[in-house]
T-cell receptor, first 114, second 112 residues
């Protein structure tokens, strides 16, 4: 079974703090993704990476950056957290060459910025 | 216009009922389509792909109509365990790098 893990289930941070969200997958997948999910807005893609050291902006990259130094790990960074970044953050991974629609999601990190 | 739009529901149906969800997509969207399922407080999981010819997986049938830009999911003989939010998803991209665009989801509650 593919396993995607995220460093925290719940996180509370203060406005202006630098926040790191970590995602690790154990199935040697090339592609990794960061989404946020908000009521009424659904899942929105923040950034994705199709291989190590590669990164691409998704639909809502503003206020975020990412790092992919190792194949199994994809980090999402909030340089200066703001209250509008309070959300559920979901990481996903996908193996290149498989169905384009098949992404495996982690359990999510619920981030609250006070 | 959002790329993928679906009726948010909720759909409240009795066990054994047949329920259908619809989804529309815009021209700028996607090459392929999928249905994902998300249980309460859980992560989304792929339910099935959607093909123009229609495809069936047990009690679930998915259909894509490219002319009408319309996607559907039919659930027959609903079970309590089918209660979840169903997400209509479009995929776009190429060269090994695909992005998914998610609809906001349709919530289904199957009632005993």
């Amino acid at each position: 079974d593919v396993k995607v893990t995220q460093s925290s289930r719940y996180l509370v941070k203060r406005t202006g703090e630098k926040v790191f969200l970590e995602c690790v997958q154990d199935m040697d997948h090339e592609n990794m993704f960061w989404y946020r999910q908000d009521p009424g807005l659904g899942l929105r893609l923040i950034y994705f990476s199709y291989d190590v050291k590669m990164k691409e902006k998704g639909d809502i990259p503003e206020g975020y950056s990412v790092s992919r130094e190792k194949k199994e790990r994809f980090s999402l960074i909030l340089e200066s957290a703001s209250t509008n970044q309070t959300s559920m953050y979901l990481c996903a991974s996908r193996r290149s060459g498989t169905s384009m629609g098949e992404q495996f999601f982690g359990p999510g990190t619920r981030l609250t910025v006070l | 216009r959002k790329e993928v739009e679906q009726d948010p529901g909720p759909f409240n149906v009795p066990e054994g009922a047949t329920v259908a969800f619809n989804c529309t997509y815009s021209n700028s969207a996607s090459q392929s389509f999928f249905w994902y399922r998300q249980d309460c407080r859980k992560e989304p999981k792929l339910l099935m792909s959607v093909y123009s010819s229609g495809n069936e997986d047990g009690r679930f049938t998915a259909q894509l109509n490219r002319a009408s830009q319309y996607i559907s999911l039919l659930i027959r003989d609903s079970k309590l365990s089918d209660s979840a939010t169903y997400l209509c998803v479009g995929a776009r991209g190429g060269a090994g790098s695909y992005q998914l665009t998610f609809g906001k989801g349709t919530k289904l509650s199957v009632i005993p």
